[in-house]
């Protein structure tokens, strides 16, 4: 039982930094580093995560003296990677917060402001309608798991005896952004199609009837326009959102590896 306890300073010092990652990926992982979950949840759940993968990745490679003023930066660098993979991650929710918003908007619904947990901001009811569903469709499809598997992996990618990690990945964040909103107009294209011929066919009936007052006239109809025509393209949102987790992933891990 003492040899339990006999622990090495690289050691100590390999699990503080596998630590440290883990505690920045809980902060800013999607569903689970929402505003929301208690503080205590998310460091007892990075702690697990760490007692778990700790065992497997390659930490004997490490040969750091415990005094060794390159501690701080190995700490800086972990506590980087690990807020860089959770936002990363938040890319499909912001895309179908996006999605949401545009809808919302075109809608006519964007007056009612409610905060949302999981982007920290106010939105509307539209937009926690899609945020609610995409963290189901998400757990649907276990992508908690395949998120708990890219942190994993990302130990083989970036290393902790890895001193310096590349910015250069970083100029290609633009072309992501130009993805991400094109996948929300994606989705969000079968309400701007409707609502846009719904405010033709009114425009021509005001016109051929002006005694009918368009402006109150407009807003229930589109409203009730875009509920009917997003009861019937839910099925192709939920088969974008796939499409979007897989597109998420592609770039998640093209990102770390440029690391």
Same mark, same amino acid.
């Given at each position: 039982?003492?040899?339990?306890?006999?622990?090495?300073m690289t050691e100590?010092?390999?699990?503080?930094?596998?630590?440290?990652r883990?505690?920045?990926?809980?902060v800013?992982?999607?569903?689970f580093?929402?505003?929301?979950v =208690?503080?205590?949840?998310?460091?007892?759940f990075?702690?697990i995560?760490?007692?778990?993968?700790?065992?497997?990745?390659?930490?004997?490679?490490?040969?750091?003296? $415990?005094?060794s003023?390159l501690?701080?930066?190995?700490?800086?660098?972990?506590?980087?990677?690990?807020l860089?993979? &959770?936002?990363?991650?938040r890319?499909?929710?912001?895309?179908?917060?996006?999605?949401g @918003? $545009?809808? &919302?908007?075109?809608?006519?619904?964007?007056?009612?402001?409610?905060?949302? =947990?999981?982007?920290?901001?106010s939105s509307?009811?539209?937009?926690?309608?899609?945020?609610?569903?995409?963290?189901?469709?998400f757990?649907?499809?276990? &992508?908690h +798991?395949?998120?708990?598997?890219?942190i994993?992996?990302?130990?083989?990618?970036?290393?902790?005896?890895?001193?310096?990690?590349?910015?250069?990945?970083?100029?290609?964040?633009?072309?992501?952004?130009? @993805?991400?909103?094109?996948?929300?107009?994606?989705?969000?294209a079968p309400?701007?199609?409707?609502?846009l011929?719904?405010?033709?066919?009114?425009a021509?009936?005001?016109?051929?009837?002006?005694?009918?007052?368009?402006?109150?006239?407009?807003?229930?109809?589109?409203?009730?326009?875009g509920?009917?025509?997003?009861?019937?393209a839910?099925?192709l949102?939920?088969?974008q959102? +796939? &499409?979007?987790v897989?597109?998420?992933?592609?770039?998640l891990f093209?990102?770390?590896?440029?690391l």
């Amino acid at each position: 039982m003492p040899a339990l306890y006999n622990f090495s300073m690289t050691e100590v010092l390999a699990f503080a930094l596998v630590l440290l990652r883990m505690a920045g990926f809980v902060v800013a992982m999607p569903i689970f580093g929402t505003a929301n979950v =208690p503080v205590q949840v998310k460091v007892l759940f990075a702690f697990i995560m760490t007692v778990v993968i700790f065992p497997q990745i390659g930490w004997r490679a490490m040969s750091m003296d $415990i005094d060794s003023l390159l501690i701080i930066t190995l700490a800086v660098k972990e506590v980087f990677v690990g807020l860089v993979f &959770g936002y990363l991650a938040r890319l499909f929710f912001i895309s179908v917060t996006m999605a949401g @918003q $545009i809808m &919302g908007v075109s809608l006519g619904l964007s007056a009612a402001q409610l905060f949302d =947990p999981m982007m920290g901001e106010s939105s509307t009811s539209f937009d926690q309608f899609f945020v609610i569903l995409a963290s189901i469709f998400f757990l649907a499809i276990n &992508g908690h +798991h395949i998120m708990i598997a890219g942190i994993f992996d990302s130990f083989t990618l970036v290393p902790l005896n890895k001193i310096w990690i590349s910015l250069a990945p970083f100029g290609g964040f633009g072309v992501i952004a130009e @993805q991400i909103m094109a996948i929300a107009v994606k989705m969000s294209a079968p309400i701007l199609i409707s609502i846009l011929f719904m405010n033709v066919a009114i425009a021509v009936i005001g016109r051929a009837v002006p005694q009918i007052n368009i402006l109150i006239t407009s807003l229930p109809l589109n409203i009730l326009a875009g509920f009917f025509v997003l009861f019937l393209a839910l099925p192709l949102l939920l088969w974008q959102m +796939h &499409g979007l987790v897989n597109v998420t992933a592609d770039e998640l891990f093209r990102f770390v590896k440029a690391l």
